[in-house]
């Protein structure tokens, strides 16, 4: 099976759906439109010039991603997930996957299976590859078959952020273990583990097992993901740990893989820019300072994006920042009416065509664009 260029993942723990090649985006923005959502653990689908989102009735509906005008709308609970071919991939409480015709929304074919919530899928071929909660499976959507399927005895749940390269599906497990599994196949290539990065949950006054959070970014033959305090590459062959870096000063609030560099966000304020191979830290911005500064008593927080020429970041006050990538002075900063915080699990950041997408705690989800774009 060949990987298709642009492979979006489906769900809140699957890796964020962030566009191939440069980002293009700069400020200042303006705001374009608003509209309410089911829930502000919205991320954004974006596909042949349609926004694809939850809508009140737990379906789907698709709008015009430059307008916002609604162009149809699915009633039956079904999120979506993925553009897959001319098909939209959609999931369905119950354990139904449902093929929806892009431009109409009809049904054009369904499958049921027994994975649930918090799934991820990913397009591969004439294949989709999905999974969640200890199940994987690859289902032929042409041949309308499933190539494989394997149910694991591990709950993936929260910790199964996933990652997808040209031969293998990395995900992680509760407890600490990283797994590869191939994607031809569906067999376990190779199991690691993070648990030795423990880490002390003081609420709870417990010291916990090193686990992966978020999504597993992929960068030439190694894998690299979030674990508390640490940032953790693996190699793809064989699962073996090629750098680790991070301490107990301080944790990964987020990261973003761009180009060759992994951009880290802690929960102190600090940007920290690595080098992807090697793990070095090679500069290292105040984005808290920076914001605070500007807004009084303002804390830089989730989500992240990084462009060609800005580093975006959401706050807990709600306020949008975007800082120059070069020497992380703050360039421009947006408040929507009545906005509040940005720090949702499973929020982000999604830019395209000049444009940039997010949701907030208000349970609405907004479109701003660059300034003078039409």
């Known amino acids: 099976m060949t990987r298709q260029p642009a492979a979006y993942p489906a769900y809140e723990w699957g890796p964020r759906r962030v566009p191939q090649g440069p980002i293009e985006l700069a400020p200042p923005l303006s705001f374009v439109w608003t509209r309410p959502q089911r829930t502000a ?26 307008g916002g005008q609604l162009r149809w709308s699915s009633e039956k609970p079904c999120g979506p997930g993925l553009v897959h071919q001319s098909l939209l991939l959609t999931a369905r409480a119950g354990g139904l996957m449902q093929f929806l015709d892009v431009d109409t929304g009809k049904l054009a074919a ?17 294949c989709v590859v999905s999974g969640a909660t200890g199940r994987e499976w690859c289902y032929d959507v042409v041949g309308r078959r499933t190539v494989w399927r394997h149910p694991w005895k591990t709950r993936i749940g929260q910790a199964g952020g996933f990652g997808v390269s040209e031969r293998c599906i990395v995900n992680g497990v509760m407890g600490g273990a990283i797994r590869g599994v191939s994607l031809e196949t569906g067999e376990l290539l190779w199991e690691t583990s993070v648990a030795d990065l423990a880490y002390y949950v003081l609420n709870l006054g417990t010291t916990e097992p090193g686990q992966a959070q978020g999504p597993f970014r992929i960068f ?16 793809l062959e064989s699962g073996e740990r090629r750098w680790k870096w991070g301490d107990t000063s301080d944790a990964v609030r987020e990261g973003f893989l761009y180009g060759d560099r992994y951009y880290v966000l802690t929960k102190l304020g600090r940007l920290c820019v690595l080098n992807a191979a090697t793990g070095a830290q090679e500069e290292s911005f105040d984005l808290g300072d920076e914001a605070a500064r500007a807004v009084d008593r303002a804390r830089v ?5 990084v462009s060609e020429t800005h580093v975006w970041t959401g706050s807990w006050q709600g306020y949008v920042f975007a800082f120059d990538r070069r020497t992380g002075q703050l360039s421009w900063h947006y408040l929507p009416e009545g906005g509040m915080t940005t720090e949702i699990a499973g929020n982000t950041f999604v830019a395209a065509n000049s444009r940039l997408y997010y949701a907030d705690g208000t349970w609405r989800f907004y479109c701003l664009k660059e300034t003078g774009q039409s």
């Open 110 to 126: 369904s499958l049921p299976t027994d994975i649930r919530g918090g799934s991820w899928a990913v397009s591969v071929g004439d």
């Open 301 to 305: 927080t989730s989500p992240l994006l």
């Open 220 to 235: 030439g033959s190694t894998t690299l993901f979030n674990v508390e305090h640490y940032v953790v590459c693996l190699s």
């Open 41 to 66: 653990m919205t991320v954004p689908l974006i596909d042949r010039g349609l926004l694809f989102l939850d809508n009140e009735a737990r379906g789907t509906s698709a709008f015009d991603e430059g």
